[in-house]
């Protein structure tokens, strides 16, 4: 039997894209309380199929997907640009194509509006009115309002008019930073992407015997496996170690480990793979409103992660910024297996005093010790612990050299020792302590 919450979450599933729901809605009519109701709408909102609009109230939108996600709904515009919904609210949940900003005269302006784009233009309502008939949304910047008849094409085309406070430029830069963000996510691999490519998972029921596991372990090759209800819910997870010494016809569900680690599908690889160090598990269950859609293994984390090393980015993160400045290097006599990365402070690594911030710091000591990882143990790791020894001042324009050794590495561990030089002086030490996630 599903729950309140799962039954309010498949309700708004099934809602026609454009919807307006509301608390007091969902409340009277799935006869719950408006705090359930609350819940349940914020989750949906957490999956993006929903999104609240100031003035207007919660639209059920179409969940982007992956390949699309630069692309943003005019709903989230209006989010983005602070702004009020004057006219076409119906069509919130559009996706717009491109924005196009009006700065030239009507008959030229209308020769780059296509349908499904969004012209960001001030108060000139004939130009309103005409992008409208184009099939395209209007953004009027400086706070201004249009007038009735524009209002009311709006309505009836089911294409939005916002208006927003700021000026042109700033519009155009929200906008565009707000798709170079999705860009970046785009680019982080979650476990979703994981799971597309996999088949339904192995699963056994709580009524299910020892005998069974072991018949399962036969065909599959596996040692571990789900356990979920009637319902498809995730009750546990039966592994070998719960089995030694257990008669066959006893059931899984008295030996299960109830309240299992999990994840999610919007769960990032790289979170995936920091629980399965951490916590020492193999097998991660993936669940949706607390039923069972998949599962994860520690192979399939490893194999994601490497496969996305070698993948272009689209957009650049910081992290990118600062290792563009940096390269691996070798010197006679070192140890093959040690990392060496050397680079320039430049202006946007430093803090207020133009010393390198220890942010930028971090990240070239993580850098170079999962670098020093792979090349000796070809494994990936998770830090867990960093012990800076000591640490000078390394100023703007400065050259910065990293020398990672691997001291040790096992199974599930290793400690990396990472020395800082400026030129010829040695200007920093750390330890850092890691997880390894290996085959």
């Not at 609240?52 to 059920?60: L, P």
């Not at 010790?369 to 000796?376: F, G, L, P, V, Y």
């Not at 050299?401 to 750390?430: C, N, P, Q, W, Y």
């Amino acid at each position: 039997m599903s729950t309140k919450h799962e039954q309010i979450l498949q309700y708004i599933e099934e809602l026609d894209v454009g919807s307006k729901i509301s608390v007091r809605q969902i409340a009277k009519g799935m006869d719950v309380s408006e705090g359930t109701a609350y819940r349940a709408i914020k989750e949906a909102e957490t999956r993006g199929i929903v999104t609240t609009i100031e003035r207007v109230g919660t639209v059920r939108i179409e969940q982007p997907q992956k390949k699309q996600i630069e692309k943003l709904t005019y709903a989230e515009v209006v989010n983005i640009v602070e702004g009020t919904v004057l006219g076409g609210a119906a069509g919130l949940h559009k996706t717009l194509n491109k924005f196009v900003i009006g700065a030239m005269k009507l008959d030229a302006m209308m020769r780059y509006v296509d349908q499904n784009a969004l012209l960001i233009v001030g108060n000139r309502e004939q130009v309103h009115q005409a992008t409208l008939q184009q099939g395209a949304a209007v953004l009027i910047t400086g706070g201004f309002d249009t007038n009735a008849d524009v209002k009311k094409l709006a309505d009836e085309l089911e294409l939005p008019v916002i208006s927003s406070a700021y000026d042109t430029f700033t519009v155009a830069t929200l906008i565009n930073r707000a798709i170079y963000d999705r860009m970046i996510k785009k680019d982080i691999l979650l476990v979703e992407d994981v799971l597309a490519t996999q088949k339904q998972p192995i699963i056994m029921s709580q009524s299910d015997t020892v005998g069974d596991w072991h018949r399962l372990v036969e065909e599959t090759r596996h040692t571990r496996f789900p356990v979920v209800d009637e319902a498809g819910c995730l009750r546990g997870i039966i592994t070998s170690k719960d089995l030694n010494g257990v008669p066959n016809e006893t059931p899984v569900g008295d030996l299960m480990t109830e309240s299992p680690f999990t994840v999610t599908g919007r769960t990032a690889v790289a979170s995936a793979a920091h629980i399965m160090v951490w916590e020492g598990v193999e097998l991660l269950p993936v669940v949706e409103g607390g039923k069972l859609v998949g599962v994860v293994s520690r192979q399939d984390v490893i194999r994601a992660l490497q496969y996305n090393q070698n993948q272009p980015q689209l957009g650049q993160t910081i992290h990118d910024m600062i290792l563009g400045h940096f390269h691996e290097e070798r010197r006679h006599g070192e140890d093959e297996k040690d990392i060496r990365l050397s680079g320039e402070v430049t202006p946007q690594m430093t803090n207020q005093t133009g010393a390198v911030s220890s942010g930028v710091l971090m990240t070239l000591l993580q850098e170079a010790a999962a670098r020093a990882i792979r090349k000796q143990h070809h494994a990936e790791m998770t830090v867990e612990n960093v012990t800076v020894y000591f640490l000078k001042p390394v100023h703007l324009d400065a050259p910065l050299t990293l020398h990672a050794h691997v001291l040790d590495v096992g199974r599930k561990s290793g400690m990396i020792d990472v020395e800082l030089f400026s030129g010829a002086d040695k200007v920093g030490k750390a330890l850092l302590t890691v997880g390894v996630l290996e085959r």
